[in-house]
């Protein structure tokens, strides 16, 4: 069994900065690609970003893309979001998953939340005007 446990999450006015990470159990994680996604009240859980096994690829969705950084520690079985320049519309629980399929050696990052099985409990992040 997997569990991941998300921590960072918080208030903090427009264009401030909040780090999250994501601690992951178990021995294979260094193989599987990590993802990050949000859901604000009312609108579905929409990814955010997401880092392959290796950590050579990454990707954004285009409203945090030069905003948003994601990086992982296989040694440490963890990922991080930098959020950096936050908005009133970044406010959303966020959320760590593990991709359902390890797709290694290949390179890859899903964007689609039914490609990812394992999911943490979810952080606050608010972002006041």
């Known amino acids: 069994q997997v569990q991941l446990v998300e921590s960072g999450g918080g208030l903090v006015q427009a264009g401030g900065s909040l780090r999250l990470a994501c601690a992951a159990s178990?021995?294979?994680?260094?193989?599987?690609?990590m993802g990050w996604f949000r859901q604000a009240p009312g609108k579905e859980r929409e990814f955010v970003a997401g880092?392959?096994?290796?950590?050579?690829?990454?990707s954004y969705t285009d409203s945090v893309k030069g905003r948003f950084t994601i990086s992982r520690d296989n040694a440490k079985n963890t990922v991080d979001l930098q959020m950096n320049s936050l908005k009133p519309e970044d406010t959303a629980v966020y959320y760590c998953?593990?991709?359902?399929?390890?797709?290694?050696?290949?390179?890859?990052?899903?964007?689609?939340?039914?490609?990812?099985?394992?999911w943490g409990q979810g952080t606050q992040v608010t972002v006041s005007s």
């Open positions: 998953a593990r991709e359902r399929t390890s797709r290694w050696p290949r390179e890859g990052v899903p964007q689609r939340d039914y490609e990812y099985f394992y």
């Open positions: 178990g021995r294979t994680f260094g193989t599987f690609a």
């Open positions: 880092i392959s096994w290796s950590g050579s690829t990454t």
